[in-house]
């Protein structure tokens, strides 16, 4: 094997993307599942994923890393996002959806799409499943990223009719946000589905175990663009980075995510090794409701202090880019922000004075990720050189997150990534920003008239298109950075390794997690 930054592996080239779309249709609609030539469709996938299994798989509110990832392969939408192109495709609807009036969108489901259990997918179950995240009682994380939605009505048994509140440029990207779900199961068990989901996509899941694994089997029925090409697949769920390497140095597995930085080099002499630029960041979000952080000039020293050479360069080992906006410079819609906050003690020292506070003490709290943990104390560092006493508080995520909630933080560090569910500025930024538990109950800005011009500003956004809705984003990109209730620190590359000798078509995801549609497994 060797080792290379944007890799194509010599099978994945043979392959080539379409190869899988090529199977001959049989009756029915349904995709042959014999395997592409050099694919072994007996073989199973067998892969490392960095994190522990948290939370149910209803795509109601899956957010948790392996959640999101697993649903990826198990549920559709009408239409999906490609998780490593981040562009859709046409996945349930029959093909991509236009509309002669921009409000008004009538799309045909594909032919013989069925659900895991033999079910056949019915318009009933399209609308049911735009309705419960569309109601607000049924307080979907993901309801806000469909707000332009108006009503979702059944015009046949295979076709819906979808239309806006107002004309949307964003509309094929955004509906991979809702999954399509059995009615009749989910209203059945409404609980039992998070555990034991049933989709339409590729996969049917079998079993998981948190801190174990999770076990995946093909859907022969499938009868959309991305089959499964191997048999099935099984996540080991291995959150200790050293376990990770070995499992791929051994050969036990054939791809990991989230490779240490301090372990790249001697991974990339024995697999395959892509540092992709993501939109995955630290952040610092601080209770702006109580001081001192209810004073935007501290808020402003905080970063003004950090010494971001030495954080990436020590810390990430440089796998990381300071952020001079809310979006790495990567991203297609990035805009520097009209505040960049390069390291300047000095500047940070004056901030706090002109604050009152040129002396004070406070608890940052941390979460225990590993790559955290190694930037804590150098920021902490950074922050008692100009003013700032500093006591860390580290701690599992779950468990900071609980005092978060419960009003006990002053300031807090932690990753976050929500390009898992969309690439757009405005489904990233309504993560974070939107009216939900961030800025009413975490950092507590929800009151603030600056707050209120931020949401006027995403909510003209949603309705044009092209430079005019990119200004808006820039007059969003430049509050935030001049806010800072929640901004990032760095944008971080994330690692994946795989053995391109077995794994076929595969190619890491610019997110957390691992996708394995429309890869298989050499012969």
């Known amino acids: 094997m060797r080792s290379h930054l944007l890799s ?79 562009e859709p495709y046409a996945a349930l609807a029959a093909e991509m959806p236009v509309s002669e009036d921009g409000l008004t969108y009538t799309i045909k489901l594909r032919d013989g799409a069925v659900f895991h259990n033999g079910d056949p997918v019915t318009a009933d179950d ?17 309801r806000s ?54 989709g339409t996509g590729p996969y049917k899941l079998i079993s998981a175990v948190p801190e174990a694994q999770i076990v995946f089997e093909r859907n022969d029925a499938y009868t959309g663009p991305r089959p499964a090409l191997a048999k099935d697949m099984v996540w080991n769920l291995i959150s200790d980075p050293t376990a990770r ?25 024995v697999a395959s090794l892509e540092k992709a630029q993501s939109f995955g960041l630290l952040f610092a979000m601080f209770n702006t409701s109580t001081e001192p952080f209810d004073d935007v000039r501290v808020r402003q020293a905080f970063f003004y202090a950090l010494d971001m050479d030495k954080i990436i360069g020590t810390g990430m080992l ?72 500093t006591t860390l508080d580290i701690g599992q995520s779950g468990g900071q997150y609980g005092k978060v909630d419960a009003g006990e933080m002053q300031v807090m560090i932690a990753p976050g990534d929500p390009s898992v569910f969309g690439n757009d500025p405005d489904i990233l930024m309504q993560w974070w920003y939107g009216d939900n538990v961030w800025p009413k109950d975490r950092y507590r800005w929800a009151g603030s008239p600056e707050y ?58 610019p997110t957390t997690g691992l996708s394995f549609l429309g890869v298989g497994v050499a012969e």
């Not at 694919?39 to 890393?65: H, M």
């Not at 707000?147 to 509906?175: C, E, G, Q």
């Open 145 to 198: 990223f469909v707000s332009f939605i108006d009503t979702v009505d059944a015009v046949s048994d295979d076709t819906v009719k979808i239309t806006t509140k107002y004309p949307f440029s964003l509309f094929n990207k955004r509906l991979g946000s809702v999954k399509i779900v059995p009615r009749a199961v989910v209203e059945a068990n409404p609980e039992g589905f998070g555990t034991q989901p049933v």
């Open 318 to 389: 440089g796998n990381a880019t300071a952020a001079t906006s809310f979006l790495p410079k990567t991203h297609p819609n990035y805009h520097e922000a009209s505040v960049v906050y390069s390291y300047d003690p000095d500047k940070a020292r004056a901030l706090l004075a002109e604050a009152g506070t040129p002396e004070l003490d406070i608890t940052l709290m941390s979460t225990d990720h590993g790559w955290v943990r190694d930037v804590a104390p150098i920021i902490k560092e950074s922050l008692d050189q100009v003013g700032f006493n």
């Open 452 to 509: 209120q011009a931020l949401t006027a500003t995403l909510t003209e956004a949603l309705t044009l298109d092209g430079e005019a809705q990119q200004e808006k984003w820039n007059e969003a990109f430049d509050l935030l950075s001049e806010q800072v209730p929640l901004y990032p620190l760095f944008h971080r590359q994330l690692p994946t390794a795989w053995d391109d000798t077995q794994l076929v078509g595969f190619s890491p995801v």
């Open 245 to 269: 390497v070995n499992a791929l140095s051994s050969g036990t597995v054939m791809a990991i995510e989230d490779v240490p930085y301090i372990d790249a080099d001697a991974v990339a002499a």
């Open 8 to 86: 194509v592996s010599r099978r994945a080239l043979l392959l080539g993307a379409g190869a899988f779309a090529s199977s001959l249709l049989i009756g029915g609609g349904a995709f042959a599942q014999s395997a592409p030539a050099g694919v072994d469709g007996e073989a199973t996938i067998q892969a490392a994923i960095a994190y522990g299994l948290s939370g149910a798989f209803d795509p109601l509110n899956a957010s948790g890393a392996v959640t999101v990832a697993a649903n990826w392969h198990v549920f559709e939408s009408l239409v999906d996002l490609d998780p490593v192109t981040r």
């Open 126 to 142: 399209v609308v049911y499943s735009f309705e419960r995240v569309l109601d607000p009682e049924s307080k979907s994380l993901f």
